[in-house]
């Protein structure tokens, strides 16, 4: 295949942005497994999308997987091998629990402290609240 006609496969393959537009994607997590770890690659990548800090997401998953997780760099490492499917799958339900607006689908929200352990997800965009564990 000579480049001209790689070049016309890829653009192809390209998803068609002019649709659905105004649906969040979240970002997707990129992980590979290293001995018996997990290493997302670009998880500061994926969380600045998502405007959270890494402890947030870090508890989150910690806390979904059983698993201790520690933040290197710009990647976090899971201590144990986790399939990067099921991984993406429980990030999905992060964001659309604690970064989606549920009035408005919106991802510009943050979250704010109310009193003890209680939280809500404001929305910078419709202001609705909602209340989060
Ligand atoms: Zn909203």
Redesign the pocket.
């Known amino acids: 295949m000579d480049y001209d006609s790689l070049l016309d496969k890829a653009h192809k393959e390209l998803p068609d942005e002019s649709t659905g537009g105004e649906r969040f994607e979240p970002p997707k997590l990129e992980a590979f497994a290293e001995g018996n770890k997990t290493i997302i690659k670009n998880f500061s990548q994926a969380l600045q999308k998502i405007r959270r800090k890494p402890e947030e997401v870090l508890k989150f998953l910690t806390r979904e997987f059983a698993v201790p997780a520690t933040v290197e760099g710009d990647r976090l490492i899971l201590h144990r091998k986790i399939n990067s499917e099921l991984l993406n799958k429980k990030f999905n339900e992060y964001v659309k629990n604690y970064v989606i607006?549920s009035?408005?689908?919106?991802p510009d929200?943050h979250i704010e402290a109310t009193g003890h352990r209680s939280r809500v997800l404001v929305?910078e965009?419709?202001?609705?609240r909602t209340s989060v564990k």
């Open positions: 607006c009035q408005c689908g919106k929200t929305c965009a419709c202001g609705a």
